[in-house]
């Protein structure tokens, strides 16, 4: 029945918390931690960066004139990916899932994230295809992202099965008719892909 498994990257396949990067970046501008994302929002940067509408080095130059942030874009770069611990799932269910099916990352996320994590993080090298909101110019729970990553896969909705640890997005893909979950656990991710004879 299932074709392809999708998979969401942040808080699914690793961990990030974004307090990290805010902590790291407020000694070295005139606001707290805490005040940094609440200046960002207004802008929509962020949102514009994960869409692919600003390139990196102007994102980072408009991002240091918001925050009145005195560092290069190289500096910038390491301190912004220090958002990312631990992976959540092991690569040896990746590998068996890649050797059985289509095996699609679908992420919301940014140039310099990406390139960072590609690097420090191998059991990315499982996925056949990478649907990356910042290249195909949509973000989720936009449909445009999820036909995307169908047509990548070469599979029909009811052949993919997703997982998401946002509700929201989870409902976005059921609603173009993919059997999507919510993530919570590693635990529980391998109770609902066995309940589907997905196996690894």
Known sequence: MYKAILLDLGKVLIQFDFKRGYTALEGLCPYAAAEIPRRLAP?????????????????????CGVLDLRVDYEQFRRLWCTIFTEPLLPESMLEGLAARYRLVLVSNTNAIHFETLHQSYPLLRHFHELVLSYQVKAMKPRREIYRVAMERAGCRAEECFYADDIAVYVEAARLLGIDAVRFESREQLEREMKGRGICW
């Open 43 to 63: 802008t929509g940067l962020v949102e514009r960066f994960e869409t692919g509408l600003i390139e990196p080095r102007a994102f980072v130059a408009e991002l």
